[in-house]
Structures are given as structure tokens and as C-alpha cells.
């Protein structure tokens, strides 16, 4: 016999109306301590030598590996309907990496 699943609770979010506008971001500044990961979310304009932070997520490395595994799948999803997502190498370095991620 099969134990019955647990019920799922639903969850009731809220979007404000600024939180709704969105922030965009072209650079990520990651930093973690042993209790938690922050993801500094900045833009960067080009020819300007000086970037702002427009938002700050402290979240703690069971919830960052949680974020990590669902974006990895979300971008499987894209691709698979839209394409690869081309990599461009940093201006900064030779290697291919997420232009403006920095950790």
C-alpha cells in the first residue's frame, strides 16, 4: 500500500506595484560566508567607469543551491524552446564566462 503524499499548502504571494517594475541588472557581484550567500545585483553603463547597487539577496547556501538548480533548469527550458544562449567572453579576461558575474 502506498503511503498517502503530504497535502501541499498553497502559497499566497504578493507583488507590489514597485517590486513589479522589476530592477535590470547586467552585473552580479557574489560573495558567501560559511551562514549565507549575497547576490549584489548592479548595472553597468557603457564608457562609465562607476556602477551602483540596486539590490542586495542574502539567502542561505541551502536556498542558494536551491536557486542555482532551478535557474539551471529554467535555462535548460529556455534554450530548448528559444536556442542556446551565447556565451561572450568577459571584458576582462579571455575566458568564456556570464558576462558581469563576478564571485
Known amino acids: 500500500m502506498n503511503a498517502p503524499h ?3 499548502k498553497k502559497l499566497n504571494i504578493e507583488l507590489g506595484e514597485k517590486e513589479a517594475e522589476g530592477i ?3 552585473l552580479a557581484l557574489i560573495s558567501h ?6 547576490i549584489d545585483f548592479a548595472r553597468v553603463l ?3 567607469p562607476k556602477s551602483k547597487i ?3 539577496i542574502v539567502m542561505t547556501p541551502h536556498h542558494a543551491k536551491l536557486l542555482s538548480k532551478v535557474l539551471k533548469q529554467n ?15 568577459s571584458p576582462h579576461s579571455g575566458e568564456k ?4 558575474f563576478v564571485s
Open 33 to 38: 560566508s560559511p551562514s549565507e550567500f549575497i
Open 6 to 8: 503530504p497535502q501541499r
Open 54 to 56: 540596486y539590490a542586495r
Open 97 to 100: 564566462r556570464a558576462p558581469g
Open 46 to 48: 557603457p564608457g562609465s
Open 24 to 26: 535590470y541588472s547586467n
Open 75 to 89: 535555462i535548460e527550458k529556455f534554450e530548448s524552446q528559444f536556442g542556446n544562449i551565447r556565451e561572450i567572453p
